[in-house]
Structure formats: C-alpha cells, structure tokens
Nanobody, 129 residues
C-alpha cells in the first residue's frame, strides 16, 4: 500500500509540469488527497487538495491561477498541473491521502489537520531562472 509521485523535473521559468500521485494497494474512494511542497529551509506548504467523494477542491493563494488539481478515478491517480512556474516553486512535492468517507472540505482534512493515512516519497521540482 503506497502512494507514488512522478512527473517532477527541471523546467525553466514560465514552463509547465504535471505531477501524478498514484495509489497502489488501495483506491481513492472515500479519500481526500492533498499536494504539499517543501523547499530547503522552509516549512511544509499545503498547496492543493481534492475530495474523491464530491470533488471538493482547494488551491492555495500562492499557486492559484497557475496550479490545477484533478483526478482520474479509472487510473486511481490525482494530478497537479503546474503552469507558469516560477523559481520560488522549486521544492520537493509530495502527495498524501486520508480516509474521510463522504466528508467534504478537503482543505480541513488534508492540509489543516496534517494527519494522513498515506504519504508518498516526493518528487523534486526545480524551476530555473
């Protein structure tokens, strides 16, 4: 049972990447999934989340208008599409999942609570200036 992120890499300012968070050993049914990032010397930042039940989403102000979260239930994968990347987006990005049943408000359950059932190992995103 694990979460695996992929899609990170090196990109120039203004470029785009799509990160994937895939679950193995369980399905996302009833889970809220969040994306987080942590840069060296900085605190972890919760940047986006989605509830699998009703599709409730949240995007942090720091990335709003540039990052989009989506899900492909058939592939049991959550995506974070990142456009107009900036050097300050450089960080290790990871996803985490928590079972919430039919509850909504993914921001509360994934980002604010900080309590997760599963967490991936992270993928490095580096944006060059």
């Amino acid at each position: 049972v694990q979460l695996v992120e992929s899609g990170g890499g090196l990109v120039q300012t203004g470029g785009s990447l799509r990160l994937s968070c895939s679950a193995s050993g369980f399905t996302f049914d009833g889970y809220a999934i969040g994306w987080f990032r942590q840069a060296p010397g900085k605190e972890r930042e919760g940047i986006s989340c989605i509830s699998s039940g009703d599709g409730d989403t949240y995007v942090a102000d720091s990335v709003k208008g540039r990052f989009t979260i989506s899900t492909d239930n058939a592939k049991n994968t959550v995506y974070l599409t990142m456009n107009s990347l900036k050097p300050e987006d450089t960080a290790v990005y990871y996803c985490a999942a928590v079972y919430v049943g039919s509850a909504t408000r993914c921001r509360y359950h994934t980002i604010e609570s900080g309590i997760h059932d599963y967490r991936g190992q992270g993928t490095q995103v580096t944006v060059s200036s």
